[in-house]
């Protein structure tokens, strides 16, 4: 059975830095791209960044860029996601992604079937 679990979310205050984790189990966590998207209530799931199964080519959305760093472990089944310079509008819960797709415009895109979800750590940032 896949299992993701993802930790490190809480409440912080503009400016301050946090660390998401993403535990992976069940599957070939290298033969997945890994991404990690967020959902603002009232808002669509969206893409934050993604990252091959090598971990050589990274994606991120414009908002994150510069601030927001995708890395993997895959030894360990893990992903992460360091997130600097935080502000309140990256308030969201934050799920992570094992993304079956093998093209970079598929796994850096919208949730599709052959994707594995975590079921989510909230990030409230407060001004």
């Known amino acids: 059975q896949v299992q993701l679990v993802e930790s490190g979310g809480g409440m912080v205050q503009a400016g301050v830095s946090l660390k998401l984790s993403c535990a992976a189990s069940?599957?070939?966590?290298?033969?997945?791209?890994a991404a990690w998207f967020r959902q603002a209530p009232g808002k669509e799931r969206e893409i934050v960044a993604a990252?091959?199964?090598?971990?050589?080519?990274?994606y991120y959305t414009d908002s994150v860029k510069g601030r927001f760093t995708i890395s993997r472990d895959n030894a360990k089944n893990t992903a992460y996601l360091q997130m600097n310079s935080l502000k309140p509008e990256d308030t969201a819960v934050y799920y992570c992604?094992?993304?079956?797709?093998?093209?970079?415009?598929?796994?850096?895109?919208?949730?599709?079937?052959?994707?594995?979800w975590g079921k989510g750590t909230l990030v409230t940032v407060s001004s």
């Open positions: 990252l091959s199964r090598s971990g050589g080519i990274t």
């Open positions: 069940g599957l070939t966590f290298s033969s997945y791209a």
């Open positions: 992604a094992a993304r079956g797709s093998i093209t970079y415009r598929d796994y850096v895109g919208p949730p599709n079937a052959l994707d594995y």
